[in-house]
């Protein structure tokens, strides 16, 4: 048993799962350690934990996320077993299949997440976690001042993203808040997963959409479908946009608002990550027209 399937199953004998007997390591995760538990009284559950948490509200967090997508968004999430300071246990999900069809009813579900929630104010009643670090959801009624402040320039102040862009770079992204009226349209809030990579949509058991990792907060649909998009989706998903376009009346222009709302994530990214995976250069690729020349 490797060393990171040895810390989740004391862990899990630690928290009263005495029927745990082995963990095997899972893949996809980057910020937590993850396997799934084999037990003897009950079916495999899915576990996660950090090693050194950064705080003691990350699971009980997010298991609050994965009840809100189910029940005001009607998505499906997996059970949570526990979840407490250091561990979160949840049932156990499928691999999504490769299929252009999954992908189609994703569609559907996001639209109906998206189209079902919407009220006028921006944020959540408590501040939550994109991995290591936290997502602030101060509740604001304007949109564009939610992004800046909550999304955008929070980041500045991150170690790693100081390091990583110069003062140029940091005066264009204010410049770019400065103009996000002008740049976006104004659209109101909905509840959003907040994390939507591909890794995080797998299936439930009877192959309907399911998803995990969320970070929710009521800000714009787009920040979800920005992540989709910009993360390398596989071929089979391109039929999920054309759908979520139609269900949700997206103008044509949406393609080129990605890179401006996925800057979100690629800050996130760089703040945590000594493998930024291309996101600084992305950022400074978006940046480049607010840049001042001369």
Not at 16 to 32: F, K, L, N
Not at 175 to 191: I, K, Q, S, T, V
Not at 211 to 234: M, Q
Request: net charge negative; charged share 25%; glycine share 6%.
């Amino acid at each position: 048993m490797t060393r990171s399937a040895t810390f989740l199953l004391e862990c899990l004998l630690g928290a009263g799962m005495r029927d745990v007997v082995a963990v095997e390591p899972a893949t996809g995760g980057v910020a937590a350690l993850a396997g799934i538990a084999t037990r003897r009284g009950g079916p495999p559950v899915f576990v996660k934990a950090f090693a050194d948490p950064p705080a003691d509200d990350v699971f009980v967090a997010e298991a609050e996320g994965l009840a809100a997508l189910r029940q005001l968004g009607g998505v499906v999430t997996p059970e949570v077993v526990l979840a407490d300071r250091d561990l979160l246990v949840l049932s156990l999900l499928r691999p999504r299949p490769h299929s252009e069809t999954f992908w189609e009813q994703f569609a559907h579900v996001l639209a109906r997440l998206h189209t079902s929630t919407t009220q006028p104010r921006f944020g959540w009643h408590r501040d939550n976690w994109l991995g290591r670090r936290r997502q602030v959801n101060t509740w604001e009624d304007d949109g564009f001042a939610f992004f800046a402040q909550h999304r955008l320039l929070r980041w500045l102040g991150e170690p790693r993203v100081e390091a990583a862009l110069d003062p140029g770079d940091r005066a264009a992204l204010e410049r770019l808040c400065d103009r996000l009226p002008d740049l976006l349209p104004d659209r109101p809030a909905c509840l959003t997963h907040g994390d939507l990579w591909a890794q995080n949509i797998l299936a439930a058991p009877d192959g309907r959409p399911a998803l995990i990792d969320p970070a929710v907060s009521y800000t714009w649909a787009e920040v979800d479908l920005a992540h989709v998009w910009s993360t390398a989706p596989p071929p089979e998903a391109h039929r999920f946009f054309e759908v979520y376009a139609e269900l949700t009346s997206l103008d044509r222009d949406w393609r080129n608002r990605m890179p401006i709302v996925q800057l979100r994530q690629h800050l996130a990214v760089l703040a945590q990550f000594d493998d930024d995976w291309g996101a600084a250069d992305q950022i400074r690729a978006t940046l480049a027209p607010f840049r001042t020349r001369g």
